[in-house]
Structure formats: structure tokens, C-alpha cells
């Protein structure tokens, strides 16, 4: 994601509740790699002065100067010593790390290169209480027993992006964005008509368009029992009614992560279904008056609308660190959870608040108002459910991956619907069978 996204499942609970964290790392965790490297792994960063941390990330420019100014205004209220560097391929983990959706599988694969943040700020006599986060942000983050073993520092959940001047252009009234995907598709051929060649994309599509989809459907992705579910009815009419839209040219698909951002961004594309929190880009981008609204949804699916999910960055502590390192960490985490940090990290960032008290204070006025209404409009989207239990697709790479494959046969026109989602559900099932570690290690 060009920003904080985002964006995690229960995939390390259990890894964390099997392993015992040594004081140094076993092997290094290669970052943000999908495979193991093959060569040699490039130099990590090397120990920092007494009580200097470093802040490993793989942000885009854009993200990485906006958490900047987060750790300059942490070094300048706090005395502390931090500084953001960049992780690339096959590095070791830093101090403390953001580490995305799609960069799980390596905490997952070299758990004992990170500590659990609820040891860290215990022995450094900080409070945390996992109770005081809102329910919503704690998928991916707790162990068995109910620890933080990180922090959702940069969660949001997926709506709709719409450029209100696109609308205009199109006769559509921009206060009036679609709540179906059937009224959506009406606005895409007026959007078209009035010469958009990219009326709608999207970024993340298994995310959006799998994990999302199914929840806003009252589906499963997975199934109690462990299972790949997602080529049930409503998926399936689901990504019926894309290839449609692709045939006419109402969306356009143009990559696995954030290209589709990339696109609203730069007034490519009229409408977008994204992270809640790339409001923080999109908001000053030249051309673009932005509106937002909850992602659309099927209504004739049984039940009605349902919620949708929160998943995105989290900060992980990397193994093997002083104890005045890790109490400059504990320190971090305590201030950046404070209700005023959260309001500016929200403000520079676009994730959602971590606590009520900073929900509540984020409502109070303090915040622009555009920054408030997609805050509110993720919020309504979530309805306040807990995502703790709620498998993510998009967490487990070779899942993912294949997801990805057969998403794009089908777009390409390459399979029908009902083919494409079955050969994903097949071979992810088979990846899993034969990898037990892998389903040990994920919420299936």
C-alpha cells in the first residue's frame, strides 16, 4: 500500500502460544521476501548507540515521510532517539517493525526473531491492557491466551473512494455515491459515457474482493473446519458480475497491491475500493474532490448487508535488543496509544484510532471534517465487529497467490466465475493439506 494499510488475521496466535522467544533471533526473518532468499541476505542494520532504535519499514515515499513526522515529534517531546529505516529484502528484522498483511507469512515463518510486545512493556513497567482497544483491531495481534504479542498501530478497513468531480462530469450526483454494486454499475456506464476510460478499479483484490465480498455477504472464506469456502453463491455472482464489467470496460484491474490507488490517485479512475486509510493521500491529490462511502454491497443476499474487515500494519518488536532498547520501545508504543498521538496519527496517517478514548476524541471536532466522515464511514462499515475471529485469505501468501492467479483467469476471460473461484478454492486446500505447518501456523 502506498500508505499505512490495511490489514492482519489470527495467523501468529498460535505460532506465538508454540514458541519460545530466545533473546537473539534463531535465523533471520527476510523482509518482506515471500520465499527464502537465495543468496546471501543483504546487511541488516547494525546496533545503534545506547538507547537509539531504528524503525524498519517498506512504505512507499508518501508513507514514510508521513511516519516521519511521527517519530520526529516522539524524539522531540520524549528526548528519545529514533529514526525510520528502510527494511528491503532479505534484512534482518529492526528494533521495531511495520509489518504489513501481505508481509505476515515472515513473522509467521521466524517467530523467534520477534518478542511479544506484551513481555516488552512488562518488564519495562508499562501499562498495556489489550481491553482498552476497540474489539475490531485485534485480529492477528493476540496470542491464546489473549496477549498482544503487537500493536494494530495502522489498521483500516475497505470502502469506496469516488472523485465527486468525476460525478459532476457524469451527471451523477456526487452526494449520492452507490450503496449496491447494482446501482454501482449504472454510474460506471455514465461514467464512461462521459470519458473515463477506468470508471472503477480497485486495489487489494483478494482482500476486497474475496475477503470483503464474503463478509459483507454474511459468508466465510473459510469454513470452521479449516476449509477454503469462497466459491459460494454470492462469490461467485460476485466476480460474475466483474467479468461483465471488465468485458465493458467499467474496470480495469491493474495489479496485486496498491497500482489501483496509484491510479485514483493520479485522476486515472472515477471510483476505487480501497484501504479506509489511503483517505490520507488521496485527500490533497491534484483533481480530486473525494468522497467516500461504505463499500458497496449485494442486497439480495440473505440477511442483508453485514460488516466488513480490519486488518493492515502492525509493529512488532524485533528479538535480541538491550533492556534500555526495549524500554525506549515500551515507551513508544505507551505514547503513541495516547488519545492525542491517535487523533495525529490518524490526521497524518488515515488508520483508525486504537481506543475508544481516541474514537471519541477523533469525534469531538479535533480532526477536519473530512477526516472525521471517513472515520465515521469506516466505522458504519465494520458495525463494531470484532475481527479477531475472522480468518483472512489475504494473510496466508500462497493462498493469496493463487487467489490472485484465478482472479485474473477471470478477468482476462480466460475461465468463468464459478471455474476460477473452484480451481482457487482446489489448490489452496491442496497447499494447505500438504503444508500442515502452514495451516498450524494460520487460523485455519
Known sequence: MPNYVRPLSLAVSLAFAAATFAATPEKPAAKPAAK??????APAATPNSANELEVGHNLSPAGATRLQAVIDRFNKETGGSMKLVRLEKDQKPADLNLVSRYDMAEVVTHPKSYVPLHEVMAKAGERLNPADLSADLKGGV?????????????????VLFYNKAAFRKAKLDPEQPPKTWFEMQGMLDKLQEAGYTCPYTTSWPVWVHIDNVSSL????????????????????????????WTKAGYFQHF?????????????QCAMITTDSSDRASFQDAKGIELGVAPMPHHDDVYGGRQHTLADGYSLWVGAGRTPAEYKQAAKFVSWLMSPEMQIEAVRLNGGLPLTPAARAAARSKLLKDEDTKALEVAYT??????ASQVPHVA??????????????????????????????????????????????????
Do not use: C, Y
Open 36 to 41: 527464502p532468499a537465495t543468496k546471501a541476505a
Open 142 to 158: 493476540l496470542d491464546s491466551k489473549g496477549r498482544l504479542v503487537a500493536l494494530p498501530a495502522f489498521f483500516s478497513t475497505p
Open 217 to 244: 455477504s454474511g459468508e466465510s472464506a473459510v469454513s470452521d473446519k479449516g476449509q477454503l469456502t469462497f466459491n459460494g453463491l454470492p462469490q461467485v455472482k460476485h466476480l460474475a458480475m466483474m467479468i461483465t
Open 255 to 267: 495489479g496485486r497491491r496498491a497500482e489501483g490507488s496509484d491510479k485514483f490517485h493520479d485522476g
Open 381 to 386: 462499515s465494520m458495525k463494531g465487529k470484532g
Open 395 to 444: 494473510d496466508v501468501d500462497p493462498v493469496r497467490i493463487i487467489a490472485d492467479e484465478e482472479l485474473e483467469s477471470a478477468w482476462a476471460n480466460k475461465k468463468p466465475a464459478k471455474a476460477a473461484l473452484d480451481t482457487a478454492v482446489s489448490r489452496g486446500n491442496a497447499v494447505l493439506a500438504a503444508k500442515p505447518a502452514l495451516r498450524k501456523a494460520q487460523p485455519f
